[in-house]
């Protein structure tokens, strides 16, 4: 293991666990020597923090920001109204997000319903809820991550407990609940479990709706893919492009929420696949991609290799037929020698 992580947090206390096993405590902390740094880079390198301790590939890769667009003012008014604050990859690692351990290192799925196809309704109306292939968006997790991921057997949503409501005319599933009822099930080999629904969900009273809710240490989220379907929510689409635009939303949208598992918070140093996201839009307008500092979160606090994940999602993102998302992969596999 690096001892970059240690790097970053020598010298300073951590809070207390609240409830994170034992197999995933913190590990010791060691004084570091003092970094400086240029307080006149700009506020996304400062937040990297320094790059000293990586080999000139990795610290390459992460101060290269060509690709990588600025946010837009819509996501940091959506951050703003939600007061949400910037997370450094100091504030990441002072979090103690779980790291994967030889016993805890794949990512689940839990499907609950019918994949790739479930019929639901929403705002009055019957549709038909299509789901991209599970198996290749667990390709495309897995090479994004780094880890091995499992995808349970198919399960209906009505064998779980969960409280529920009614918005209008559409039936939505509490998320909090959901997840609780599913936490004896975790499996004790996984890192995090991601449910997957086709039923729309809120997490607060006040909340319209929400496409997805993840925890950042209690290694288990939901994603829905009740709004991805064009003819019930979001509209515009040509029945040609159909496919295209589900696979597009919903590999953002697990992706994003696994992210939200490894303890990262909701970025706008960039246009970022962590982005915030309140209405369909928001999560269209998501990059595929990570921005070079969450990349440096989850090199730092996960031994997640920048390099070596975005070069092995090219192939998993053309399965999806996302080719202007591998097509940006592959551009960046180009600017440095691997290997």
Not at 65 to 85: C, D, K, N, V, W
Not at 323 to 329: L, P, S, T
């Amino acid at each position: 293991m690096r001892s970059t992580r240690r790097q970053f947090v020598g010298g300073l206390v951590a809070s207390a666990a609240c409830g994170t096993d034992a197999t995933l405590a913190a590990e010791p902390i060691v004084e570091p020597e003092a970094a400086v740094v240029d307080e006149q880079l700009p506020a996304w390198r400062m937040a990297m923090g320094p790059l000293e301790d990586l080999s000139p590939d990795q610290a390459a890769w992460l101060v290269d920001a060509a690709g990588h667009e600025p946010p837009s003012a819509r996501a940091l008014a959506i951050a703003a109204r939600h007061h949400e604050a910037e997370q450094t990859v100091v504030d990441y690692l002072l979090e103690r997000p779980n790291r994967p351990t030889p016993e805890r290192r794949t990512l689940v799925l839990c499907p609950l319903g019918n994949f790739p196809f479930d019929v639901i309704e929403l705002g009055g109306l019957v549709g038909l809820v299509r789901t991209p292939p599970l198996g290749e968006l667990a390709d495309l997790l897995s090479t994004s991550f780094g880890l091995p991921v499992e995808v349970l057997p198919e399960r209906p949503l009505e064998s779980r407990l969960f409280l529920s409501r009614r918005r209008g005319d559409v039936l939505q599933v509490d998320v909090h609940s959901l997840l609780e009822d599913l936490a004896p099930e975790l499996p004790e080999h996984a890192y995090a479990m991601l449910a997957l629904v086709n039923i729309d969900l809120y997490a607060s009273p006040e909340q319209h709706y929400a496409f997805g809710w993840s925890m950042h240490r209690g290694r288990l989220g939901v994603a829905s893919f009740a709004r991805f379907n064009p003819s019930l929510d979001g509209g515009g689409v040509r029945p040609d492009d159909l496919d295209r635009v589900i696979c597009h939303r919903s590999a953002r949208l697990l992706a994003h929420e696994v992210a939200h598992m490894f303890g990262l918070a909701h970025c706008t140093y960039f246009r970022c696949l962590l982005g915030p996201v309140d209405v369909l839009a928001d999560l269209d307008a998501l990059a595929a991609h990570l921005c070079p500092v969450c990349r440096m979160k989850l090199l730092r606090g996960a031994d997640v290799d920048p390099i070596a994940t975005t070069c092995a999602t090219v192939a998993s993102l053309e399965k999806l037929q996302l080719a202007d998302d591998a097509a940006w992969a592959r551009l960046r596999t180009r600017s440095i020698h691997v290997g």
